[in-house]
């Protein structure tokens, strides 16, 4: 399995922004079969939802409520993908989990929007 260390995460104000970080480790066949790299998230009481997904190509899913406001990169050779979250809502109070190709999920962190 990969290792993935989130970073970023933190208190802010509504309208302002965040950027969340991951970088992921592990052996270099592992490392080597990394295709999806991305963000979900949890809110307390609520399921697990999309963030945002990217693939090895540059193929990018995005959940419809951060639509325009999160932007998601890659950078392929250091293998890390970045969150850039712009003009949060209270509604993006959540821990926010970092995956790669949905079988190895980071520990998370928090993000809390006060309104």
């Known amino acids: 399995q990969v290792r993935l260390v989130e970073s970023g995460g933190g208190l802010v104000q509504t309208g302002g922004s965040l950027r969340l970080s991951c970088a992921a480790s592990?052996?270099?066949?592992?490392?080597?079969?990394?295709?999806?790299m991305g963000w979900y998230r949890q809110a307390p009481g609520k399921p697990r939802e999309l963030v945002a997904t990217?693939?090895?190509?540059?193929?990018?899913d995005c959940g419809a409520s951060v639509k325009g406001r999160f932007t998601i990169s890659r950078d392929n050779a250091k293998n890390t993908v970045d969150l850039q979250m712009s003009n949060l809502k209270p509604d993006d109070t959540a821990v926010y989990y970092c995956?790669?190709?949905?079988?190895?999920w980071g520990q998370g962190t928090r993000v809390t929007v006060s309104s």
């Open positions: 990217i693939t090895r190509a540059g193929s990018i």
């Open positions: 592990g052996n270099i066949f592992d490392m080597s079969r990394i295709n999806v």
């Open positions: 995956t790669v190709n949905y079988d190895s």
